[in-house]
C-alpha cells in the first residue's frame, strides 16, 4: 500500500513539475513578446524625439541668424557704442578674472 502511495506522490509531483514548466515557458515567451513591444515602443520614440529636436535645432539656428545680423548691422550703424560696449565688458571680464 505504501508503494502506490509513493508512486501517486512521484507521479503527482511529476504532473505539477510538468505544469510549472508549461507555466514558465508561456511566461518566457509572453516576455519575449513583451521585450519586442517595447523595443518597438523605445524605436518609435526615439524616432519622435529626433524629430523633435532636429526641428528645435533648426529653430535655433534660425534665431542664432537672425541675432546675428542684428548685431552686425547694431555695430555697422554705431561703431563708437560698440567699442565702448567692448572696452567695458573687457574690462569687467579682466576683473572678474583677476580676482581669486
Not at 529626433?50 to 541668424?65: C, F, I, S, T, Y
Given at each position: 500500500?505504501?508503494?502506490?502511495?509513493?508512486?501517486?506522490?512521484?507521479?503527482?509531483?511529476?504532473?505539477?513539475?510538468a505544469?510549472?514548466?508549461e507555466?514558465?515557458?508561456?511566461?518566457?515567451?509572453?516576455?519575449?513578446?513583451?521585450?519586442?513591444?517595447?523595443?518597438?515602443?523605445?524605436?518609435?520614440?526615439?524616432?519622435?524625439?529626433?524629430?523633435?529636436?532636429?526641428?528645435?535645432?533648426?529653430?535655433?539656428?534660425?534665431?542664432?541668424?537672425?541675432?546675428g545680423?542684428?548685431?552686425?548691422?547694431?555695430?555697422?550703424?554705431?561703431?563708437?557704442?560698440?567699442?565702448?560696449?567692448?572696452?567695458?565688458?573687457?574690462?569687467?571680464?579682466?576683473?572678474?578674472?583677476?580676482?581669486?
Amino acid at each position: 500500500m505504501a508503494t502506490s502511495n509513493t508512486a501517486a506522490t512521484t507521479t503527482s509531483k511529476e504532473k505539477e513539475l510538468a505544469a510549472s514548466k508549461e507555466a514558465v515557458a508561456e511566461a518566457y515567451e509572453k516576455l519575449l513578446e513583451a521585450k519586442s513591444h517595447f523595443k518597438s515602443a523605445a524605436e518609435s520614440a526615439g524616432v519622435d524625439l529626433k524629430h523633435d529636436a532636429v526641428e528645435q535645432m533648426l529653430k535655433g539656428r534660425e534665431k542664432a541668424e537672425m541675432l546675428g545680423s542684428q548685431a552686425t548691422s547694431y555695430m555697422r550703424e554705431k561703431p563708437l557704442a560698440t567699442l565702448g560696449i567692448a572696452f567695458v565688458a573687457g574690462f569687467v571680464i579682466s576683473q572678474v578674472m583677476s580676482r581669486k
